[in-house]
């Protein structure tokens, strides 16, 4: 059974810090590319960071420079590091896994707020 279990949203003050889990399981997680996406109210669903399966990573120009995505292919875990948090990333924070199929997590909710 694949399951993509995202964790570590919350609530922050503008300028602070997070940093988001994506569990993967039930799949060749070192096969697939690997990408956060997020989704603010009334808004579309964007991506954020995606990287290969050889490691190379695209970021969305919003978060370049303050965002940094990582995986770990033995935890089968990809993370978002997310600094200098702005109240405009507030959104809920999706995983996505695809290759042959693509796969998303139920998301988690992160809130930038004073």
Same mark, same amino acid.
């Given at each position: 059974q694949v399951? *993509?279990? #995202?964790?570590g949203?919350? *609530? /922050?003050?503008?300028?602070?810090?997070l940093?988001?889990s994506?569990a993967?399981? @039930? =799949?060749?997680?070192s096969?697939?590319?690997?990408?956060?996406?997020?989704?603010?109210p009334? $808004?579309?669903r964007?991506? /954020?960071?995606v990287?290969?399966? *050889? @490691?190379? &990573?695209? %970021?969305? #120009?919003?978060v370049?420079?303050?965002f &940094?995505m990582s995986?770990?292919?033995v935890k089968?875990?990809? %993370?978002l590091?997310?600094?200098s948090l702005?109240?405009?990333d507030t959104?809920?924070?999706?995983?996505?896994a695809? =290759? *042959?199929?693509? %796969?998303?997590? $139920?998301?988690t909710? /992160?809130? /930038?707020?004073s």
């Amino acid at each position: 059974q694949v399951q *993509l279990v #995202e964790s570590g949203g919350g *609530l /922050v003050q503008p300028g602070g810090s997070l940093r988001l889990s994506c569990a993967a399981s @039930g =799949f060749a997680f070192s096969r697939y590319t690997m990408g956060w996406y997020r989704q603010a109210p009334g $808004k579309e669903r964007e991506s /954020v960071a995606v990287m290969s399966s *050889l @490691g190379s &990573i695209r %970021y969305a #120009e919003a978060v370049a420079g303050r965002f &940094i995505m990582s995986r770990d292919n033995v935890k089968n875990t990809v %993370y978002l590091q997310m600094n200098s948090l702005k109240p405009e990333d507030t959104a809920v924070y999706y995983c996505n896994a695809r =290759f *042959l199929e693509a %796969y998303w997590g $139920k998301g988690t909710l /992160v809130t /930038v707020s004073s």
